[in-house]
């Protein structure tokens, strides 16, 4: 018999955004703390940022540096949480991005790509949210309720500019989000991807060329890009009572310039 619980209100929700202090995640952490949520800001290098947006909301919010590839201080960050809020993460937000910049003249091309750019990518994308799930699973399962949520992208379905690490890396962190779905489910702990395309726009994406920007826009049905937090505020479906019967789903968030 499955005692889990259906479903619990983002504003009773613990929820750790990795990578929350600048860019994507900064928006990320504002959705879900202007939804009442408690949130852990998750940084690796941006302290000034993620110390202002957690002062914003000095009851409801801390920032935490933690390099995600690091189980033990993961398992640290996790531990801080629960003494801070009195309860465990409920809902995971895997953001972190390595190092990465969205130039297409820079990318490494199939005759210059080297395995540790692959590499490079894979243990911040796919080990971090291996990480954070693993550490977060036991208060999930205490609670009989989890939220994890992925964080992707629409270049493994449309590949405009082919980089090759990132994508590579994205799309086995879809093929885990779908396989932990599965070994959650029980537990009450849904697991689901939201993905993007190019956001207009983040430290990621601030080298991207405005005529690139501008073809995007032109082919999409909405004759825009997506701004961050348009995709931010799309990620609250995965958390929120609404999507209590769904999981190891992909939803694009693009504009729709890519069709499911």
């Known amino acids: 018999m499955n005692n ?3 479903a619990l209100p983002i504003d009773s929700q613990v929820v750790l955004v990795t990578g929350g202090g600048r860019g994507l995640g900064r928006h990320l952490v504002q959705s879900f703390l202007r939804e009442g949520a408690r949130v852990i800001i998750n940084y690796l290098n941006s302290a000034e940022s993620a110390n202002a947006l957690a002062a914003q909301h000095p009851d409801r919010a801390m920032a935490v540096q933690a390099d995600v590839t690091d189980p033990v201080a993961v398992g640290a960050m ?3 949480a629960r003494t801070r809020f009195g309860e ?6 895997n953001n972190a991005l390595p190092a990465f910049s969205f130039n297409g003249d820079a990318r490494p091309h199939a005759d210059t790509l080297a ?3 692959l590499c490079q990518q894979f243990e911040g994308i796919v080990r971090g949210a291996l990480n954070t799930t693993q550490a977060a699973l036991p208060g999930m399962r205490e609670s009989g309720f989890g939220r994890i949520i992925n964080v992707g992208t629409n270049l493994f379905q449309n590949p405009v500019v082919p980089y090759h690490d ?3 890396a994205k799309a086995a962190l879809l093929s885990l989000t779908r396989t932990l779905s599965h070994d959650l ?7 689901n991807m939201i993905s993007g395309g190019l956001l207009r726009t983040t430290d990621a994406s601030s080298a991207t060329p405005e005529a690139v920007f501008d073809l995007i826009a032109s082919s999409t049905p909405l004759r825009r890009v997506t701004t ?3 995709f931010a505020d799309a990620a609250l479906f995965f958390a929120s009572p609404w999507s209590r019967s769904v999981t190891g789903q992909n939803l694009v ?3 729709g310039l890519v069709k499911n």
């Open 253 to 255: 968030v693009d504009g």
């Open 115 to 117: 395995w540790e750019d």
């Open 185 to 191: 489910g029980p537990a009450g702990v849904t697991v």
């Open 166 to 168: 990132y994508t590579a």
């Open 88 to 93: 465990p993460v409920t809902t995971v937000v």
């Open 4 to 6: 889990s619980r259906a």
């Open 78 to 80: 996790l531990a801080a």
């Open 228 to 230: 961050p937090a348009e």
